[in-house]
T-cell receptor, first 117, second 116 residues
Framework: GAVVSQHPSWVICKSGTSVKIECRSL??????MFWYRQFPKKSLMLMAT?????????EQGVEKDKFLINHASLTLSTLTVTSAHPEDSSFYIC?????????????FGEGSRLTVL | AQTVTQSQPEMSVQEAETVTLSCTYD???????LFWYKQPPSRQMILVIR??????QNATENRFSVNFQKAAKSFSLKISDSQLGDAAMYFC?????????????FGKGTSLLVTP
């Protein structure tokens, strides 16, 4: 199956700093990637849809100025948590499907655990 | 809103036995996709099985099968001959379609425990 890779897999930062998480599709091109957030023992909540070459589409209630998403190429999307605070601590997961496949299986990255001190 | 409901927070099954995980969903669409994903302790999401709503035949993947009842908006997962490696969180998901960028909406999950 297609492979999606996230980096870093875990990160610890101080409150007030910014953290960037990368999501790469390794063996396919993705015009759309999705960023999810997962709290411990909870479901995956969609944060935003990342569109290559255009602005991301954010879900209601997600602060676009805090969670900056950039999808500069067909294989890379980045999520930057700006001015991170302890409440931003969570597990962030990206996903994608090959370009041209509008529906069907979503391939997920390994996730990135963010801890804000 | 297209919601996905999993009413069983936890389920337990003995090795080699069969277990069924429940899922219901709400939609006004007639054509859509449904999925079951597995999330083991590693947190990596793995596709278990998927169903296209226009197909009446229930999907099957080896020991995993679904009971898709479109009129009832029910999509349960049956795991036969359960194995220790099946222990994980199982999420039911609905494809939101073109109006929502084809993202998936997930249920709250069911934690499956497999006992020897």
């Amino acid at each position: 199956g297609a492979v999606v890779s996230q980096h870093p897999s875990w990160v610890i930062c101080k409150s007030g700093t910014s953290v960037k998480i990368e999501c790469r599709s390794l063996d396919f091109q993705a015009t759309t990637m999705f960023w999810y957030r997962q709290f411990p023992k909870k479901s995956l909540m969609l944060m935003a849809t990342s569109n290559e070459g255009s602005k991301a589409t954010y879900e209601q209630g997600v602060e676009k100025d805090k969670f900056l998403i950039n999808h500069a190429s067909l294989t890379l999307s980045t999520l930057t948590v700006t001015s991170a605070h302890p409440e931003d601590s969570s597990f962030y997961i990206c996903s994608a499907r090959p370009a041209g496949e509008l529906t069907g299986e979503l391939f997920f990255g390994e996730g990135s655990r963010l801890t804000v001190l | 809103a297209q919601t996905v409901t999993q009413s069983q927070p936890e389920m337990s099954v003995q090795e080699a036995e069969t277990v069924t995980l429940s899922c219901t969903y709400d939609t006004s669409e007639s054509d859509y996709y449904l999925f079951w994903y597995k999330q083991p302790p590693s947190r990596q999401m793995i596709l278990v099985i998927r169903q296209e709503a226009y197909k009446q035949q229930n999907a099957t993947e080896n020991r995993f099968s679904v009971n898709f009842q479109k009129a009832a908006k029910s999509f349960s997962l049956k795991i036969s001959d359960s194995q220790l490696g099946d222990a994980a969180m199982y999420f039911c998901a609905y494809d939101r379609g073109s109006n929502s960028g084809y993202a998936l909406n997930f249920g709250k999950g069911t934690s499956l425990l497999v006992t020897p």
